[in-house]
């Protein structure tokens, strides 16, 4: 049974910092991509950060690029997002997902290209 599921999320003032996990199990892909998503009230989900599980690397949004670090322990079976710097902005539900799909490797921020979602965790930014 596939699971993913996201905690950590809360309310922080601007400047400060949170640490998302995220619980990915119940599949065996040989290779696969996890990801951060995040959906802000009235704006489509937009990819966070992702990170290859084997190769270990890491690919960022642009507005969160020195601000978040994306990280994996595979023991563990855990995805983490640390979030830096946060900015009101930064205000929304974010998503854990698994899964890649095989037509997505090359435009892995993109939401559609993932089979396995979490329920969402919301972050909160006040100024």
């Known amino acids: 049974q596939v699971q993913v599921a996201e905690s950590g999320g809360g309310s922080v003032q601007a400047g400060g910092s949170l640490k998302l996990s995220c619980v990915v199990s119940?599949?065996?892909?040989?290779?696969?991509?996890l990801g951060w998503f995040r959906q802000a009230p009235g704006k489509e989900r937009e990819g966070v950060a992702t990170?290859?599980?084997?190769?270990?690397?890491?690919i960022y949004a642009d507005s969160v690029k020195g601000r978040f670090t994306i990280s994996h322990d595979k023991d563990a079976n855990t995805l983490y997002l640390q979030m830096s710097s946060l900015k009101p902005e930064d205000t929304a539900i974010y998503y854990c997902a698994g899964g890649i799909k095989p037509d997505a490797w090359n435009s892995p921020l993109l939401p559609s290209g993932y089979k396995y979602w979490g329920q969402g965790t919301q972050v909160t930014v006040s100024s």
């Open positions: 119940g599949y065996k892909d040989r290779r696969d991509c």
């Open positions: 990170i290859h599980t084997g190769a270990l690397t890491t």
